[in-house]
Nanobody
Framework: EVQVVESGGGLAQAGGSLRLSCAAS????????IGWFRQAPGKEREGIGC????????YYADSVKGRFTISKDNAKKTVYLQMNNLKPEDTAEYYC??????????????????????WGQGTQVTVSS
């Protein structure tokens, strides 16, 4: 059984940092792309970043580029989302998605990761001003 579990959310002040973790089990980790999404109340889910198993690179949405960093630990089957210089508008429920296949830069996060993939339960991030 595949399981995807996020952790590390919490409360931070504007300008602060948090690190989220996404731990996956029950699959061959190297074959999967890992995406990070967030959803704020009343807003659509937003794809914010992805680790591509195709080229080993990371890709980011403009809203987080330069502030958030995705890293991967294959031995632990865990992907991290380091969030620096947090802003109140980063407040959202954060989700990790795991999809079989090769993400490339020509794709959008929403097109590549869909409801048929493996999603975690989410972890809340709240940034106070």
């Amino acid at each position: 059984e595949v399981q995807v579990v996020e952790s590390g959310g919490g409360l931070a002040q504007a300008g602060g940092s948090l690190r989220l973790s996404c731990a996956a089990s029950g699959l061959t980790f190297d074959d999967y792309a890992i995406g990070w999404f967030r959803q704020a109340p009343g807003k659509e889910r937003e794809g914010i970043g992805c680790f591509s198993s195709f080229d080993g690179k990371t890709y980011y949405a403009d809203s987080v580029k330069g502030r958030f960093t995705i890293s991967k630990d294959n031995a632990k089957k865990t992907v991290y989302l380091q969030m620096n210089n947090l802003k109140p508008e980063d407040t959202a429920e954060y989700y990790c998605a795991v999809a079989l296949g090769y993400y490339t830069e020509s794709m959008t996060f929403r097109d590549f990761f869909d409801e048929n993939d493996y999603w975690g339960q989410g972890t809340q991030v709240t940034v106070s001003s």
